[in-house]
């Protein structure tokens, strides 16, 4: 059956998973109750699953999920036969995690057995962990608190079998730290608010004109005086508002290496973006020798307190260079290869006007052949294209890296629209899906007049849900290079958490179902049964403590009347 034909709870209710797997059938009439007795076992791979759900789930529950009895006196594990994940006999009572490599790497099966209890067989230890998500589902809203409220009223989960993967690699959010900084707790928060919805990718925009966020040892200044401004806009960069409060934050090492090692026990990877050429004033502030000083009196600015896209944009010299190198070294130290292999260097929005008036930077167009100031954006992209292939790292910029020239070894992140992603994955280049006009989730979601700041067109949790990733103009080869989506958030009117609440949620729901789910064409897709599995979804919302917007419009305090937006009407192009 279908995944809008779950099987019911034991109140009767159509089950409410979200994203939607790919099937789930029922096996049974009974019903499996988790209780103080069950046991939690883990086969070899399945150790972040099993810490996870003893964790997040038993303390939510108030049950131990205690470790399966080995048979050695000091708890551990004894050695079995390397054909372990082949069996499917799980003890009575007991949650049992295996790896099972003839699954697809991130899918597993999870069967529901009233008398032996549930078993999760994953394609690798993420297939395993992306079940175990599910199984949090299937135990109900409570399953998603801190503490029990309940003790001892644990949800049972009807006999049924679900088999599920998901349709892309890189399902993703990007989140702006840099126009407002997101204190290093909030950030382990939303890792954990991905990982609930089987989202395996977290963009981390860690630089850029308002603020640098993020600790480099050789160069100290980056945080001295570029991690804070003055003052901010409040609102959009029209609105006449300002917050005159000094404004400022960044990560230590410490604080980064927490934040990696805890995206990957939740089997996230977390993408860093470091920007050149442009978006760079704060780094300019901090080091004035960065900028065009021929002329601008670099040595004047401060990190910026407006909103847009600042003027001043990096020197295009061997100064320049070898100062980013040094900060991509300590960068792929706080982000090892094997939990991060993709740097973002951003690439975008890099005015050309200081390059076209700065006698150093044409002689330096001259100097290196490559035409015109296009082809010296280009020429920076490239040398980091290939600095990074050479320390086994994959760079992925904004769709202007395709001005002047794609960098061969790039993956495009298409945010104008799908144009830049469409003429990348011809010419070969993998691509993520993630235009503005559809995944950005600063854009507002209703037309009404009480929407807080209102920004961009109206994007609906509707709109995002028939949102598509992979253009049907696409060939079947180019097609295959579109390697997943994301959804951005830029945070130029979210000052806390509960802002970025609201903007993000409930749509990132309807963007994780996207993401994972193999759903038809859109116009084909099931919104109403969507809409209903929602109402489950926003008790664990609720449960979560998400801040978001209410189906109905915003509560009393999510307003914001008075201070400025900038809403789009009408529908956003197709471009």
Request: aromatic share 10%; with cysteine.
């Amino acid at each position: 059956m279908t995944a809008a034909d779950n099987p019911p709870d034991p109140t009767g209710e159509p089950m409410d998973l979200i994203p939607a797997p790919r099937t789930a059938a029922g096996s049974g009439p009974g019903f499996f109750t988790p209780d103080a007795r069950t046991v939690l076992r883990a086969g070899p791979g399945a150790a972040t699953a099993e810490r996870w759900l003893r964790s997040a789930v038993g303390p939510a529950l108030g049950l131990p999920l205690a470790p399966a009895n080995t048979g050695h006196s000091d708890g551990t594990e004894p050695a079995e036969p390397a054909d372990r994940t082949d069996r499917a006999e799980p003890a009575g009572n007991a949650i049992v995690l295996l790896v099972d490599e003839s699954l697809e790497r991130e899918g597993y099966r999870l069967q529901v057995d009233a008398a032996r209890g549930v078993e999760i067989r994953g394609g690798s230890a993420a297939g395993v962990f992306w079940g175990a998500q599910t199984l949090r589902q299937l135990l109900g809203p409570d399953a998603f608190r801190r503490a029990p409220i309940a003790p001892g009223a644990v949800r049972g989960i009807a006999e049924q079998i679900i088999e599920d993967s998901p349709r892309f690699s890189w399902r993703g959010l990007m989140l702006d730290v840099s126009r407002h900084f997101t204190q290093k707790t909030d950030i382990l928060r939303y890792l954990d608010l991905l990982a609930a919805h089987k989202l395996n990718v977290f963009h981390f925009h860690l630089t850029d004109d308002q603020g640098w966020r993020i600790e480099i040892k050789r160069y100290p200044r980056l945080t001295e005086t570029g991690s804070w401004r003055s003052r901010s806009k409040w609102g959009h960069r029209y609105s006449e508002l300002w917050d005159e409060k000094p404004y400022g934050g960044y990560y230590t090492q410490d604080d980064i290496r927490e934040i990696v090692a805890y995206a990957a026990d939740r089997h996230i990877t977390v993408v860093p973006e470091i920007d050149v050429p442009g978006h760079s004033q704060a780094a300019i502030a901090a080091y004035p020798e960065l900028g065009n000083t021929d002329v601008v009196d670099t040595a004047s600015l401060s990190p910026w307190d407006d909103w847009g896209v600042s003027p001043h944009v990096l020197a295009p010299t061997e100064n320049t260079l070898r100062f980013y190198e040094g900060v991509l070294e300590e960068v792929l130290d706080l982000f090892p290869a094997e939990l991060s292999p993709y740097i973002h260097i951003g690439g975008d929005e890099c005015p050309k006007d200081q390059w076209k008036a700065s006698p150093a930077a044409q002689a330096r167009i001259a100097e290196l052949g490559v035409g015109d100031e296009d082809g010296l954006q280009s020429w920076f992209i490239r040398h980091f294209d290939s600095w990074l292939t050479a320390r086994g790292r994959r760079l992925v910029g904004w769709d202007e890296i395709l001005e002047g020239g794609l960098a061969p070894g790039a993956t495009v992140s298409s945010w104008r629209g799908y144009g830049g992603g469409i003429t990348a994955a011809e010419a070969g280049h993998d691509v993520v899906m993630c235009p503005e006009q559809q995944v950005y989730l600063d854009h507002r979601q209703d037309g009404g007049p009480d929407e807080p700041m209102p920004i961009g067109y109206v994007r609906t949790l509707e709109d995002v849900y028939r949102f598509e990733p992979v253009p049907p103009t696409l060939s079947p080869e180019a097609a295959a290079h579109v390697i997943g989506t994301q959804a951005n958030v830029w945070t130029e009117v979210m000052q806390e958490r509960s802002r970025i609440d609201y903007q993000v949620f409930p749509r990132l729901a309807a963007f994780a179902e996207v993401a994972w789910s193999r759903l038809p064409a859109p116009v084909e897709r099931d919104y109403a049964g969507f809409e209903r599995r929602m109402n489950g979804h926003y008790r664990r919302l609720d449960a979560l403590g998400v801040d978001y917007r209410p189906p109905g419009g915003p509560l009393p305090w999510q307003k914001r009347p008075g201070v400025a937006g900038f809403p789009k009407e009408g529908a956003p192009p197709n471009v």
